[in-house]
């Protein structure tokens, strides 16, 4: 079956799109047609790879606007998902691009090293006994290390796409929480706090970093286990950590939002900004500041899930 690969490129401030046709063998991968591509039609086609073998993460791109690891996506299960015999393949997204599809990784591991990327063993170990641990402690953070920098989460980050500049890339975080779910590491603030000032409270939630992540690593429940963490090591509280407890409060007193107060439990008089959009809120009745919210019926039944949730029983 012959397709179309239709492929951005890149060379300087110069951005075109490029067609190729080929033959798709049985077994080929999106790495192995551009492979393929740049072999027997246009060598100045470039892009990186290394391993083959979805352990280096080097040939992440995107295909129809959706992250992928080149090397271990079939081209067969793509053309069904799509039903069509084009597909567009572009570099990954939120990165510069430095040419075709090949991305800067530099600025990416310059902003890594902000979260202290390395084990700070606690006094109690020596270089003659190691760090010990027991096998339920390796496994609260295990699954954290099999991250192989493929860049998905980043490129589908819809916050990062929104504003970077405040915001640390997904699996910066998914780093920062291996180390604080480390027991053998001695300074889980040391790693919380870069993370706290570089955006821990601005994740967006929507999911799309645990979606793309080939190795089905979760950036986003990373990001969630460190704001608990933040509350459990007894942190300076911010706009997100208030906003965040007074939905807790909210919740566990009344069993829903108080939506009247919430703006002000979160940013206090700050919250005086507002007030323009109360009075919109107000005038299409959809605020009323005189309501007094009460508890809905079930609400005890909310507090014991809660507290349930608190002792890590569900």
């Not at 997904?170 to 000032?197: G, Q, T």
């Not at 799309?208 to 509280?237: H, N, Q, V, W, Y």
């Amino acid at each position: 079956m012959a397709i179309t690969l239709k492929i951005q490129r890149f060379l300087g401030e110069k951005k075109w799109e490029q067609e190729y046709r080929l033959e798709v063998e049985t077994g080929m991968t999106v790495l192995g047609a551009l492979i393929k591509i740049k072999e027997t039609m246009d060598p100045t086609l470039t892009f990186t790879a290394s391993c083959r073998s979805s352990i280096c993460g080097a040939c992440a791109v995107k295909v129809n606007d959706n992250a992928v690891l080149a090397c271990e996506t079939l081209l067969a299960d793509l053309l069904k998902r799509y039903a069509s015999d084009t597909l567009t393949i572009a570099p990954l997204g939120n990165f510069t691009v430095l040419r075709d599809l090949m991305v800067d990784w530099q600025p990416k591991y310059d902003r890594l090293k902000k979260i202290k990327p390395a084990l700070q063993p606690k006094t109690e170990f020596s270089a003659s006994e190691g760090c010990r641990q027991s096998k339920d402690e390796f496994k609260k953070y295990s699954k954290n290390s099999e991250c192989i920098l493929c860049g998905s989460c980043v490129s589908e980050c819809n916050k990062s796409n929104l504003n970077s500049k405040d915001f640390l890339d997904p699996f910066i975080f998914s780093k920062a929480a291996k180390f604080v779910a480390d027991s053998r590491d001695k300074d889980a603030v040391a790693h919380l706090e870069p993370a706290v000032k570089d955006g821990l409270w601005k994740c967006l939630n929507c999911q799309e970093c645990a979606a793309k992540c080939p190795k089905g690593l979760s950036p986003a429940e990373d990001i969630e286990k460190m704001r608990i963490a933040t509350f459990e090591k007894k942190m300076s509280s911010n706009e997100g950590s208030d906003h965040a407890m007074a939905f807790y409060d909210d919740v566990k007193e009344l069993g829903r939002l108080d939506e009247a107060k919430l703006a002000l439990k979160t940013e206090g008089l700050k919250s005086a900004l507002r007030v323009p959009v109360a009075y919109r809120l107000m005038r299409s009745g959809k605020l009323n500041p005189l309501e007094q919210a009460k508890p809905i019926g079930d609400i005890e039944k909310v507090r014991a899930i809660m507290k349930a949730a608190k002792e890590k029983k569900l």
